[in-house]
């Protein structure tokens, strides 16, 4: 199936991207001297999977415990689950280990690690256990300089539980937008994970991992010194939100959502398209960047961008194309003709749909199940 | 299993709110002396819909064929395709007529109308098709008075198609928030719609189903004179957009999603639960509203909602709880407790899930699958 013959709306992987992606993130991690463990959050896909594990990925990084099932099942054993534990969510782990999964979980509260550590013995198994480490207050973990760190780091080894490193997630280098600003934040997101990871060996605590680590930090990052391995997503496809970041072009974003013309309403200069937030998802994170881009940058089906359109709303199943040329609008874009549409935000653009398409540069397709679902 | 034993995040139907909720529009449909098409498209669920074709609907409106063909699957023939009609997806639309469904569909120009009548005489077999009416410029169709519109009918019966009706969809009644203006806009739907009708009749046109609808203009029409049928789909569950529109309270919403808190960041006021935006959807739909309730409301695991507490930031699978009183956070809301939340918007919240959990009164649960895709 080409293009032309796919049902819409679908989500297209432009494949040559996504390996020219996966290819520069890897080398700059094999520069930087440390090894690399993809997020698999953005696809939830083996296909894409498999490719960042043949440019030389070390294990992967999931959101949910469903990611870390079915990527042991698609053959993955070195997976890290990189949100906090609760004890309910433990034989679900422990499950997985069982079955021969080297599942690391992450922890950054003492509640969470005393109940691994009862689990464990309750079991006779254990985890390996990371602590979260908070570098930039964006979300969870524990201050590098916290008291609580070494606490929990005690118990859980006083209780028999590895711990095996301390991991970061500098998240809110989605809101820069300047390669200085993001070197300083990368900087911020080194040291202080570092800085965790050394209080916690001189109170006598291995802590052999130390890992970092977003998309934007990642690729700004001037010496990794410390660290031995970095985690990032949305790299693989990029997306209009990381383009405003300014870690990629427009023309590196290798999802797009293929779409078609259902109507005109010329007196308004809309297109009306079968893309609606259904399709897009309802992310609309560019829209307090440097440009808002709506629902998604539309471009012909080659993938060159339009002039002169705004996809400026969307319902459900219809997409509203605003164009500046109003007179022009049928003709320029027929009923039935196929648009493609970059989205704000791949990990929530892909969510939407049970399968991508990859695109070969020949024009052909290929399907590629992705799963959705915890 | 009951909400305690369910893994998290899970999308839970309160079973006797949806009731309430599927009596409460068909009690009032039938007061109004019209018939009832729900829109299935807010839940893609069979069990959702067998109870509202138990209170007396008649026929689904749908807003994708994936929709069409899993309903006709599961039992029901009466089908409104709600979204215009492309050349490129006549096969499959009449692949499932060919196997017996009434699907009809909806055109708004010229070009998809010729192209229904060219592919009827290619396949000899037809549609019934249905006008798409435009009546407060929020999206597609065609303005009642436009010349086009008898151009188009002519067409199509001249054709041999069967001209069997027209809609419209009032969706601008999601801006509104009083009684009163809801009803001027239900008004307007049904006036605009009712005028395109008998346009259409008094060129020889039959049109015999006259279709309005969305959850506030259906909740507010003070009478629907000359209307056949209304369409609504929200209604079924309700959200916070719809407490905030005025047409329910937030003990009218049905669903839900079921969270664990998983940390701490008691500096911030935070709780770290485990619905994100991927549990949430990334909708904001109240955010322009009379209250912006961020990415839910959250309630206790009983239903109720918490006081001094606002879902104010969400990641893929982390939600930022603010909570007022910092010092007793962690007390109030231990590692691992249960929470609810309800969504802003229900149909793009349910679209998250491979399933629904239907919950009864005496607190079991029971998976209701949906499905996804196109």
Known sequence: MN??????????????RMQHNIDRMQTRMNALGVTFRPHVKTTKCA?????QIAAGARGITV?????AEEFFAAGVTDILYAVGMVPAKLPRA???????CDLKIVVDNMAAASAIVEYGKHVNDTFEVWLE???DGHRSGLAPDDDALIAIGHVLQQGGIEVGGVMTHAGSSYELNDHEALAVLAEQERAGCVRAAERLRAAGIACRTVSVGSTPTALAAQHLEGVTEVRAGVYVMFDLVMANVGVCDSSDIAL????????????????????GWMAMSRDRGTSKQTRDYGYGLACALDGAPLEGCELVGANQEHGILAVDNRDELAVRFPIGVKLRILPNHACATGAQYPEYHGLSSDGSTVAWPRFHGW
């Not at 296909?47 to 490719?51: C, E, F, N, S, Y």
């Not at 959101?63 to 990611?67: D, F, I, N, P």
């Not at 797009?256 to 893309?275: C, F, M, N, R, Y």
Request: zero cysteines.
């Open 3 to 16: 293009l032309e013959q796919l049902d819409t709306p679908a989500a297209i992987i432009d494949i040559a």
């Open 63 to 67: 959101s949910t415990l469903k990611e």
């Open 47 to 51: 296909d894409v999977v498999r490719a």
């Open 94 to 100: 422990m499950a997985l280990k069982k079955k021969g």
């Open 133 to 135: 480490i908070d570098t």
């Open 256 to 275: 797009s959502v293929l779409t078609s013309v259902i109507g005109h309403q010329p007196e308004k200069g809309w297109v009306i398209v079968d893309a």
